[in-house]
């Protein structure tokens, strides 16, 4: 049968099923109805997102009382890009291969599949929202909430540093390449109307670079990325996509949206989230301790041979990448809503200011 597409063709045997499978539910309770709401509007681009309320029959001792349904966008310009980059594919590998064993805390899967022929994915996974509280990119982060936020990224990329394990993992696809592609597939017909939307928000030396920077990324990547240790990344590491526990939640942080994890350098996680999820003045005041609070952890969690010098100019570099990315990104993901609109505004903005902050320009040749 084919998969659901949306929360309307979700119906209560289906749920039913998948949540008795998962070990959720007991075979003598089954889900009578549901009500869904979609969630996260404005924070994600690619997908639908529902909250499910359970209403059960039987037996539904331990059951969940909402789980959330995730689903590619029905937008065909989305959707195209995610599976374009394996986005919908990987994140149903990651919830059946690695989120048990991520070193960092992920939503329990109750059920996730991936129809390769339709292009179409389906994941019900845990509501984290019952013991936390999502973050908000648009309005940032306490430097508490930062210092947290990068060393329990530290503890994932450490624990995933091991090369044997990278490749024991077939469907991790390499950062690198990722990018390369889309400075290659993307990046020519994208940056004209990036500026056009967002070129006022950028510094003068900042904006002069955006036309020629594909080339500009990809020898930084074939040269100045040489011998960097590799680990999985989460690739869309900020704010809209983690959640803070409250207290007694079984978890400090979580993290979500684990459509691109990728086999990459750990430092673009870092400054995706740095430089994206927090206002500059915010930034400046705390990042030097979060920068070396990150690497005293890769240490601790048994990295060797990669120098705090050495990362902190890989941090740099990944200003420029991040900043290619968006330029594809901000030309090509549609912006549903008031919102969307912002936190591109904001995420240019802030990234701007990274850029001219830590003279990232000056690693371009």
């Known amino acids: 049968m084919p998969l659901p597409t949306s929360p309307d063709e979700l119906t209560p ?11 959720a539910l007991s075979s003598a309770g089954s889900v009578a109805s549901f009500e869904w709401a979609r969630v996260g509007e404005g924070a994600g681009f690619i997908g639908v997102i529902a909250r499910l309320r359970l209403a059960y029959g039987g037996d539904a001792a331990g059951a969940p009382a909402t789980i959330i349904a995730k689903f590619p966008s029905p937008d065909e310009g989305a959707r195209t890009i995610g599976n374009l980059y394996g986005l919908f594919e990987r994140e149903v590998h990651f919830y059946e291969d690695v989120a048990g064993r991520a070193g960092i805390y992920t939503a329990r899967c109750y059920y996730a599949a991936w129809d390769g022929d339709a292009g179409q994915s389906l994941l019900l996974l845990e509501d984290l929202a019952l013991h936390g509280e999502i973050g908000d990119q648009l309005a940032g982060c306490s430097a508490d909430e930062a210092m947290l936020a990068i060393t329990e990224l530290a503890k994932f990329h450490a624990a995933w540093s091991d090369p044997a394990k990278l490749e024991a993992i077939p469907w991790l696809q390499d950062g690198v390449e990722l990018v390369r592609a889309s400075m290659t597939q993307a990046y020519p017909q994208s940056w004209q109307p990036c500026l056009d939307l967002f070129g006022a928000r950028f ?10 920077l594909d080339a500009r990324i990809m020898r930084l990547l ?13 690739g869309d590491y900020r704010l809209d996509n983690l959640f803070f526990g409250r207290d007694g939640a079984p ?3 979580a993290a979500v949206d684990w459509q691109s994890p990728n086999r990459g350098w750990g430092a673009y996680d870092v400054a995706y989230f740095l430089s994206g999820s927090m206002p500059p003045e915010e930034r400046r005041a705390c990042e030097p301790a979060i920068l070396r609070a990150y690497h005293d952890t890769l240490v601790q969690g048994g990295v060797r041979g990669y120098p705090f010098e050495r990362f902190h100019d890989d941090y740099r570099r ?19 809503n008031q919102r969307a609109v912002d936190l591109f505004g904001a995420i240019f903005d802030r990234l701007n200011a990274a850029i001219v902050d830590l003279d990232a320009l000056a690693l371009l040749r």
């Open 318 to 336: 990944s200003l420029l990448v991040y900043l290619a990315i968006f330029v594809v990104n901000g030309a090509t993901l549609e912006m549903t």
């Open 13 to 23: 045997a289906f749920v039913t099923d998948a949540l008795r499978a998962s070990g």
């Open 251 to 253: 978890y400090r942080l």
């Open 222 to 234: 074939d040269e100045d990325l040489a011998g960097v240790p590799m680990n999985i990344t989460h």
């Open 203 to 212: 510094a003068p030396d900042v904006c002069a670079v955006i036309p020629g």
